[in-house]
């Protein structure tokens, strides 16, 4: 029984204990508001976390699709590079000593190595980062034997590129390396691409960089908070992928040969510069892409520097440029079978109608200079001999504006659509271009034109393609380097057909009669380049040029090899066999002097071992 | 003769469940938690600290609860000499001195000292029996109580354990009729102490502590590997967890060693990682029934000294629960205190228990003479 006095004695408590208990309940009801907020709205992102912090992500990278020629022979291929992973959150204070006295680091290295793990800042540390790349065999040995008590560092095998033809062909296949922070921004997919990896930038490994690139593949490894692996573990919270093999780039098989692209290399040793260009004539596919000299694609890869750059770009030879399509040249002589053609189709000249040649022509004050005295000569003798005073005469009746028309037609002055690399138009003068430059229209312009000289500039590519229309009966092709692309189980994933780019317009018996003309350079004694035709072999057709080469004086007067760089370029352009044409070239050499010396010779002669030899049955 | 009565006819069954069921939780929680780690039999220690805990609480209850608040100076006086006696024996700890060897094992006296302050808070009042408005001066007496043993545990360092103290202190002198005038008197002191025990009271790490607390609610922080290294691994596992948890002992972030104390300040987390929200929620529950029951029970005290231990107790469990709930969610800085009866730890769980049975003696003594 409760005393009066004993409820007067709690008596004061008992107001308070309603709003203890609500606090209490408020209080307690704020934390599982707050329970609720972490575990039921923000799940994800501490799942997302916590499945991070158990798991340790390889990187499995994708192999880079093969690059072969015609024939299957190997041009972009891989081969193993270990390269040193580590994740920073996971080193040990004396790790880096440890790896440093592993792989041989001297003092310096090792302190550098630090100052750069130092410097990470904490959202990375988690992440892996490479250490080293194409570390040696010995390096490779001494760490693997301790890779168990280094739990932060993962050596990865990565395919790196591999050039068996070294530098041959180097513009067109191009060559790899890093990717920099615009091409991580540019890619679409975000995980395509991260620092350290390699991009193709330039020639097909640049513009088939998607196909050829494949998708790197992961493994995830459970860890405890020490980076511990825990082999054959795996929580059943966690919801990720823990393998994801990588998929294999795209194998390209190209058009090109490189047993002729050999015979070129071999045919233009005596001369420091030049190109050569050799297409189908029936499907405008590319067999050959020359351009000397070549940078190393090894060296592009691995980044240069500043003065190995000046080196490069300040080289009179211009290893950097692909001579094949982004230098633009004078034409020269080749350029004739143009201004031919033009006359013929619009009938403006008797074609048997013949000329006198003294030597030189005088047109007013000025005296133009034939390349010796042809005597009487008609439109068939002048292409053989390559008078110009026939064309000069020529010229004043066509006229400007049908030649830059018929030049046009075959495809000058326009990008051919090969589709690698940059690619220059070239340039076709007109009258109105003259004008505005010039000041007026004089007709020793039309007389320059009409010889390929002037300010007319086509590249090798586009000579090639337009005598490819000649020898064909009329049909320019686009150029194509790419016979096909197969998917990594070897099924095809792309073939690319014959890409007509136009018919030119020129009637059969006309080509038929320049044919027969270019056969003659060579066939005939008064030939420009019969000297270079091969007795007994393949017949091969074709003109003759001689560029004259804007003087480079001011640039290298210095250098002994002055006199040199100041040598016309020499021009040989055709088809060959000549009976039955099959593929048609551009060859040049850069201040090889008269085209019939230094050209030709170097044209029939790779012509004679690509079409005398019998087709290989056996791939390499 | 009496006891026996009462056993049988007032015996607590409710707070006995709650309390058993809290505790059980417990151990199988650090059995997940420390299951094939260095400190895998912690649950075995666990169990004997629970058995023993059970014994002194079975003690407690046998005695009539009026035989402490006879002895209650003198329980103060042991409690505070044990303090004391801390700076001599102890041992320290992480730079802190707060256990004294005691036979094998290692004894906290601040953890005593909160059941201390309790009787002996209990006792001043049940003999301060003002029915009227108290003010300021009234808190003299009582506030000296509180003052000596905050001091030295502060000087320990123990910050938890001295707020704990403290705020057992407020919940207590919450019950009697303080004045307004002398409330919002003493919420100004607070705004006055407070830059003060920034300055000079609080160590660097304490300091961090707070700062790192501060940066993560304002969205500054900047390094996870330091102060809110914690916290941030704590939110993980509770987060992760969802509705229904990753299931007994396979919480990931508890195996791999991701939360930092599991088995002792942080062994909430654990349970959230493993049984969700479903689980977090049983959880808290049965710790606000527990506190409820405990106003209860100083509803129902026969006399000033039951209630006020009724009080001390629910307001020791309530508050360490809090502190510990807010500081692994992130709602309050990481001070170290641990979740009573959940807790690995000897000294925590027989204070704890030591408490329970003074709420049980209460319970059961409420119509006795």
């Given at each position: 029984m409760i005393t009066l006095s004993q409820r007067r004695e709690v008596g004061e408590f008992r107001k308070r204990y309603r709003w203890m208990a609500l606090f209490v309940v408020l209080v307690f009801g704020g934390i599982i508001i707050r329970v609720a907020q972490v575990q039921l709205f923000q799940r994800d992102r501490w799942s997302g976390i916590a499945q991070q912090n158990i798991t340790k992500t390889l990187e499995l990278p994708a192999t880079r699709g093969v690059i072969r020629d015609i024939e299957g022979r190997v041009v972009a291929s891989n081969r193993p590079s270990y390269d040193v992973y580590a994740t920073p959150r996971l080193l040990g204070s004396d790790d880096v000593d440890r790896i440093g006295s592993l792989m041989g680091l001297s003092k310096q290295d090792r302190n550098s190595l630090q100052t750069r793990l130092d410097e990470l800042p904490p959202s990375r540390r988690t992440h892996q980062l490479e250490l080293f790349s194409d570390i040696d065999r010995e390096q490779l040995a001494a760490l693997e034997t301790h890779l168990a008590e280094l739990p932060a560092l993962d050596v990865v095998t990565v395919p790196l590129r591999d050039y068996p033809y070294a530098t041959l062909g180097a513009h067109l296949i191009g060559y790899l390396n890093e990717v920099n922070a615009q091409d991580l921004e540019r890619s679409s997919d975000p995980s395509a691409y991260r620092s350290g990896d390699r991009i193709g930038r330039s020639g097909l490994e640049k513009r088939y960089e998607p196909l050829l690139k494949g998708s790197r593949g992961f493994r995830r490894v459970v860890v405890d908070a020490r980076g511990k692996a825990l082999v054959g573990t795996r929580p059943d919270s966690l919801e990720v992928e823990m393998l994801k093999k990588p998929v294999p780039g795209h194998d390209i098989q190209l058009t090109i040969d490189m047993r002729l692209m050999e015979a070129f290399d071999r045919a233009f040793r005596p001369h420091p510069s030049g190109a050569a260009v050799v297409v189908d004539i029936h499907t405008g596919a590319v067999r050959a892409l020359y351009s000397k000299p070549v940078y190393d694609p090894n060296e592009m890869s691995s980044g240069l520097s500043t003065k190995r750059y000046a080196e490069l770009t300040g080289d009179p030879f211009r290893p950097l440029i692909d001579k094949t399509m982004y230098e633009t040249y004078f034409p020269g002589s080749t350029f004739k079978v143009i201004t031919a053609l033009a006359s013929l189709e619009d009938a403006?000249?008797?074609?048997?109608q013949r000329v006198e040649c003294l030597g030189s022509l005088k047109i007013g004050r000025q005296k133009f200079r034939c390349n010796k005295r042809h005597d009487w000569v008609d439109l068939y003798e002048s292409i053989v001999q390559s008078c110009n005073v026939y064309f000069w005469e020529l010229a004043e009746q066509v006229g400007i504006e049908r030649i830059t028309r018929y030049a046009e037609a075959f495809?000058?002055?326009?990008?051919?659509?090969?589709?690698?690399?940059s690619e220059a138009k070239g340039f076709l003068a007109t009258r109105e271009w003259y004008i505005e430059h010039y000041g007026a229209f004089r007709i020793g312009y039309t007389l320059n034109t009409a010889i390929g000289q002037g300010n007319t500039r086509v590249t090798v590519l586009q000579l090639a393609m337009a005598n490819a229309a000649i020898a064909n009966g009329g049909t320019l092709y686009v150029p194509q380097v790419v016979q096909n692309v197969r998917a990594p189980d070897g099924s095809l994933s792309e073939t690319f057909e014959p890409r007509i780019k136009r018919e030119v317009g020129v009637s059969p018996q006309h080509l038929d009669l320049m044919r027969r003309a270019l056969n003659d350079v060579v066939q005939e004694e008064s030939g420009t380049a019969y000297r270079a035709r091969n007795r007994d072999g393949v017949g091969v057709a074709g003109k003759t040029g001689t560029a004259q080469v804007v003087s480079r004086r001011g640039r290298s007067e210095e250098s002994s090899s002055a006199w040199y760089l100041d040598r016309s370029h020499g021009w040989f352009a055709g088809f060959a066999p000549a009976e039955d044409p099959q593929v048609a070239f551009a060859v040049l050499v850069e201040h090889g002097g008269s085209g019939g010396a230094s050209a030709a010779p170097i044209a029939t002669s790779v012509m004679q071992q690509y079409l005398s030899e019998p087709e290989p049955t056996e791939t390499e | 003769m009496a006891i026996g009565r009462t056993i049988r006819d007032d015996f607590d069954w409710p707070l006995f469940i709650a309390v058993s069921t809290i505790a059980l939780f417990g151990v199988l929680n650090l059995y997940s938690a420390t299951e094939g780690g260095r400190t895998s039999d912690a649950y075995v220690q666990q169990l004997y600290w629970l058995i023993l805990g059970f014994g002194v609480a079975g003690l407690t209850v046998a005695i009539d609860y009026r035989h402490f608040e006879r002895y209650g100076w003198v329980i103060y006086g042991a409690c505070i000499l044990a303090l004391v006696l801390v700076f001599g024996l102890g041992r320290s700890v992480r730079g802190s001195t707060r256990w004294i060897a005691l036979g094998g094992f290692s004894l906290q006296p601040s953890e005593l000292m909160k059941i201390g302050l309790i009787i002996a808070l209990a006792k001043y009042l049940h003999h301060d029996t003002k029915t009227g408005g108290r003010t300021l001066a009234d808190l003299i007496i009582p506030g000296l109580i509180l003052a000596l043993p905050m001091a030295l545990v502060l000087l320990q360092p123990d910050l938890g354990t001295a707020m704990v103290l403290a705020f057992i202190f407020a919940s207590v002198m919450m019950l009697t009729q303080l004045k307004m005038r002398s409330v919002v008197t003493l919420l100004a002191t607070f705004v006055v102490a407070a830059p003060v025990t920034w300055f000079y009271l609080l160590k660097d790490y304490q300091k961090e502590r707070i700062t790192a607390f501060w940066d993560r609610i304002g969205g500054?922080?900047?390094?996870?590997?330091?102060?809110?290294w914690h916290t941030h691994q704590s939110l993980v596992a509770i987060g992760s967890g969802g509705l229904t948890g990753k299931g007994f002992t396979q919480g990931t972030q508890t195996r791999f060693r991701f939360l930092p104390d599991q088995h002792t300040d942080f062994p909430f987390p654990v349970w959230a990682e493993e049984h969700g929200f479903l689980g977090a929620v049983l959880l808290i529950s049965l710790y606000l029934f527990l506190v409820l029951w405990a106003l209860r029970i100083a509803s129902q005290a026969k006399d000033r000294f039951g209630a006020v231990v009724a009080v001390g107790v629910g307001a020791m469990i309530f508050w360490q629960t809090v502190v510990n709930r807010g500081m692994v969610s992130g709602l309050l800085p990481v001070v170290g205190m641990t979740l009573p009866l959940f807790s690995y730890g000897g000294s925590s769980l027989l204070s704890t228990m030591l408490g329970l049975g003074l709420l049980m003696n209460v319970s059961m003594r409420r119509f006795s003479h």
């Open positions: 403006v000249v008797d074609p048997m495809g000058f002055a326009e990008q051919t659509g090969i589709g690698v690399n | 500054t922080q900047t390094d996870l590997l330091d102060s809110g």
